[in-house]
């Protein structure tokens, strides 16, 4: 059929007998083992009817429980049964492998039911074995058949199988599978609580649980036993009694030290005026009581001598007796009770007695607080009968007033009184007096002489002048010079340029200055001091002379005729002339803190230049360019 419908449309479905009708191509019949499952005729007899997923006409799925399922002739029939013990027991295909015989009901066979004694049984590989036993009880003999036959909890198989409970000294129960004791033997404890070791400790005659388990038989100073569970002494230690027959304290006394047990019981060391000890099981004596002595050396009649006794005087036999004295012993040391006329004691020390002699003995005359050798400026002294005399004075020295406790008391070399008692040295115009050998001599005071011989008018002439300049035939006026502190100085002093400080702080030219103008100078201790400028005692501004320039390591100058004295520190001459100043001498600057400070010179030299000037001031050493350098007095003193 080539025509079905239309021309050139074949009718030929798949696996099918077809046929057109009424321009429609239909299935007649399918193939042998072939089947229309969909229903569908356009694509002929589609199915397989010999597979099990369209198994026969009705193309029905073939499945069958607990088995591998096969199609044979159209009729679903069982090929395998699943592995786990799955059977066709009624061969019937429709239910499949119907009994599984791994199951408690069906144990290897049909019917088979597998049951086990105090176990939890099992069958999963069709015979029926133990998966494990009831608490309490085991599979001792391996035997399935009569399941956990064993009972584990009696003393012959206690938790597992064939363990056996054995413990020392015990009857043993099992409890829980656990060996444990039910009671101990007669005179036996478990004192370490552990079921094991049974009851292992003898209560008869273990010293560390003896009687009971928490008593340690521990005696002190002692070697203890158990005897029947009571703690007794074996023996004590090396010395150490059991002096109260008591037991539970051990060997409580220490006979070697014990005092009241020394040696052995009951021993009691009693030593007179003592301190009574035990050494080595000896009574002795440590120490004698204060003011006693152990000299027989026997600790039963302790301290049997008073050291404070003048036979016995701190030590045993010392007897006490002082020089010129009656004697005591009250605290152990042997002292001056009194002493016997004329002695005393002034020195205190008791070892000598009473040493001095209060009649003739010059340091302690009459008593020990009179020494006739302190007398003031006594050469020679004695004591009679108690009493100090003056037998010679110190050279210059006289007792003028008689009176021995004052000593001599006036010296002869004073003006008052010249070589004798009361002979006064008179007063003379422009002098001092002195007495040196008890002869009145006078000395011209400072600036003034005694130039015409005469002692009536002292020294009248005044050397600080120019007629008599340092001395009386000085006369200076003829050389058109002054008189200075050093003497005539004719013309020398400061250059005129250099720079003089102001106490107002201002600087002004040596040239410059002033009377009444307040400068800085340098006294005597040399500190700085503010000063005045008196008068120009000379000057030349329009003379050339040779000056000195001196410049020190900080770089400070002063230019001076080469004559003018300089103030240098550590000269044996304080002041020395300025052309004999030399490298490293020590000259005095002024600081900025009005103070001085000491600074090396590093260069003199020697120039020419015009003019000079000499100032005069109070104090005489004026600061000119911050360095102190002399001028003049104007007082010489």
Known sequence: ?????????????????????TGICTIVSCYSGYGNCDAVSSNGCEADITSVSTCGTNCTLCSLPNAVPVCVSGICLISTCNSGGWVDHNLLAADGCEVNYHTLSNCGSFGTI??????????????????????????????????????????????????VCNLPDAVPVCLSGMCDIWTCSAGYDDCDRNASTGCEVNLLITTAHCGYCTNNCNLAHATSACVNGTCVIASC??????????????????????????????????????????????????????????????????????????????????ICSLPNAVSTCPTGTCQVLSCLSPYGDCDGIASNGCEANLQTSASTCGTCAINCNNLANVNLVHCISGSCSIATCDSEYYDCDGTVSDGCEVDLYTTNNCGSCGSTCSSRSHASV?????????SCNSGYADCNGSPTDGCETDITTSSHCGSCSNDCNGNNCNCGWTGCSCGGCFHGDEPVLLVNGEYRKVKNLLSGDRVYS????????????????????????????????????????????????????????????????????????????????????????????????????????????????????
């Open 237 to 318: 230690n090396v010395g150490y009694v059991n002096c109260d027959n008591i037991t539970s304290n051990g060997c409580e006394v220490d006979v070697l030290t014990s005092t009241s047990n020394c040696g052995y019981c009951g021993h009691n060391c009693t030593c007179p005026h003592a301190t009574a000890v035990c050494t080595s099981g000896v009574c002795a004596i440590s120490p004698c009581d204060t003011g006693y002595a152990d000299c027989d050396l026997t600790a039963s009649t302790g301290c049997e001598v008073n050291i404070f006794s003048v036979v016995n005087c701190g030590s045993c036999g010392n």
């Open 522 to 637: 340098l006294n005597e201790q040399n500190r700085i001091v503010e000063d005045e400028i008196i008068m120009m005692l000379h000057l030349d501004p329009n003379l050339t002379t040779e000056f000195c320039t001196i410049e020190t390591v900080m770089n400070e100058s002063l230019s001076v005729t080469c004559d003018h004295y300089m103030i240098v520190h550590g000269q044996k001459e304080r002041y020395i002339r300025a052309d004999r100043v030399k490298h490293n001498d020590m000259l005095y600057v002024h600081t900025t803190q009005n103070s001085v400070k000491l600074v090396a010179v590093k260069s003199v030299r020697r120039d020419f230049k015009i003019g000079y000037y000499t100032p005069k001031t109070f104090q005489g050493t004026l600061i000119v360019n911050g360095i102190a350098a002399s001028c003049y007095f104007a007082f010489i003193g």
């Open 434 to 442: 002195t007495c040196p050998a008890g002869t009145c001599q006078y």
């Open 1 to 21: 059929m080539t025509d079905c419908a239309a021309c050139g449309v074949s009718c030929n479905l798949a696996h099918a007998n077809s046929s057109c009708s």
């Open 114 to 163: 597998c049951s086990t004694a105090h176990a939890t049984p099992t069958c999963s590989t069709g015979s029926c074995q133990i998966t494990s036993c009831d608490v309490g009880f085991g599979d001792c003999n391996l035997l399935p058949g009569d399941g956990c036959e064993t009972d584990l909890t009696t003393t012959a198989n206690c938790g597992n199988c064939s363990d």
